[in-house]
């Protein structure tokens, strides 16, 4: 019986004397902070979770991943781990140099040699690994507008791993879950990967891989970064905790993986088999759309619902896991029971409610059937996620400079006071410039931080279950879709688009703004010598002209009413 998968594998760490000596002569070297991201894929290279990898990729193997799923030498590898940093940094660092690598809190986890550096196709790499250069999918959206522009690779000397002060029970790097199933004989075990909490369809679904398998389960929940809007890791955990003793004690085990999903499909599925081969799993399941981002910009799905598990089949020899195909399950009403749709006959009651189904019971506090989900999940889920009408907001309401936004917006704040419940945050343009922001100008980089402090605000506002108004000019589609992003983590983003014409505006020109900026007083100024990228899809367009201010604060107030933001 080989025990392969529960051998010890390398990891990247260096001795704690080392580490200590390497620590102290770090203090000289270049440092980078890590983002959130690298932080997570860090982990994973020290902690053997992306072995073979032995650092960030080079150009050459970074090209191979990208082309074909290989690197230079041939070794299967499906998805780009490069360190991407700015222009600023990358003038700094020279391929032959060392550089410290820290956290966000300035503590230094590893050095990296740098044996690379160069400027990445971008494009080609959302073609390529993501199949579509196409801003829908939120790691496309990454790579061009957060991601930086250069990448550097090299191999890594880990000194510590990142510091994470929850469930630190549940955290296993991939040797401490070998020598996990060492000692509790393990030989044969199927892992589940999932991002969502667990409900009952999951839970027969993961007893009947086991029992198909004859292996054991190992619960493998994503808690490194998923995708915007999905459920945040603490209430996921709290879900997985209350359904854990529904399972078998002795034949499962929970453990959370700190990895940031690239939501790539089936070359992502590749990727989770080979992190899981390194956790010393045997099996894996492989789930319908496995790790899909939801719809492109045309409205269709970016993968097809097979995709993942034809490629995973395709290289499941060399990946060294098993799959266990996914079978979509259904509740057949008249037995009682969860069962794989393909095996149901013609004429029984099915019971299905979509994801997209159960977002909107929450929201708007209706029943979730106990066939559905554990009455303990959903419990969990309403702590965090109560009904619209009682979770903060935010209206952006974004035009040209005298469009209306502010006057708009104050006449939108006495209407919600009015109403009362929630307390209302009015974030107007110059109010800002003078509290938050009093140093910036107005380049297109200024601008930018001003309307991000904005979100942030916002975003923090809307947490805390408040309601924020915010009338910015913000003339950038990207900055614009970063802050809804920033602020639909904790609840609703309206965006309003007060869409005043550029002739209308210049003819009420209230600041004489227009006029300086004409005559070339004024540079950069929206309109006129800098552009104004109007949203395409904003949840609200309001035409001004010949409409008076509270006939449109009146329309707002009505499109949060149907969105079941006010009662």
Known sequence: MTTANTAPIPELYVSYDSAAKLKLEA?????????????????????GGFNPLKGFLTEADYDGVVENMRMADGTLWPIPITLDVNEKFADKVAPGQDIALRDAEGVILAIMSVTDKWVPNKSREAEKVFGADDKAHPAVSYLHDTAGNVYLGGPITGIQQPVHYDYRSR???????????????????????????????????????????????????VVGMTKPGDVDHFTRVRCYEAVLDKYPQATTHLSLLPLAMRMAGPREAVWHGLIRRNHGVTHFIVGRDHAGPGKNSAGEDFYGPYDAQELFRTHEAEIGVTMVDFKHM???????QYEPADEIEEGVTVLNISGTELRRRLQEGLDIPEWFSFP???????????????????????????SGKSTIANALMVKLMELGGRPVTLLDGDVVRKHLSSELGFSKEHRDINIKRIGYVASEITKNGGIALCAPIAPYTATRRAVREMIEAYGAFVEVHVATSLE???????????KLAREGKIKEFTGISDPYEAPETPELRLETEGTDVDNCAQTVLLKLEQMGLIG
């Open 27 to 47: 203090g000289e070297l270049p440092s980078w902070d890590l983002t959130a991201r690298q932080v997570c894929d860090l982990e994973l290279l020290m902690n």
């Open 171 to 221: 955290r296993d790097t991939p040797n401490e879950m070998r020598a996990y199933f060492r000692k509790m004989g393990w030989r044969k075990i199927v892992a589940f990967q999932t991002r969502n909490p667990l409900h009952r369809a999951h839970q027969e679904l993961t007893f009947r891989a086991a029992k198909e398998a004859q292996a054991n389960l190992l619960i493998h929940p």
């Open 330 to 336: 259904v509740y057949v009403q008249e037995r009682a």
């Open 376 to 402: 303990e999940v959903v419990k969990e889920l309403r702590r965090t996620r109560p009904p619209r009408a009682q979770q903060g907001f935010t209206v952006f309401l974004t035009g040209l400079s005298g």
């Open 504 to 514: 209308e505006c210049e003819r009420r020109d209230r600041k004489g703004l227009y």
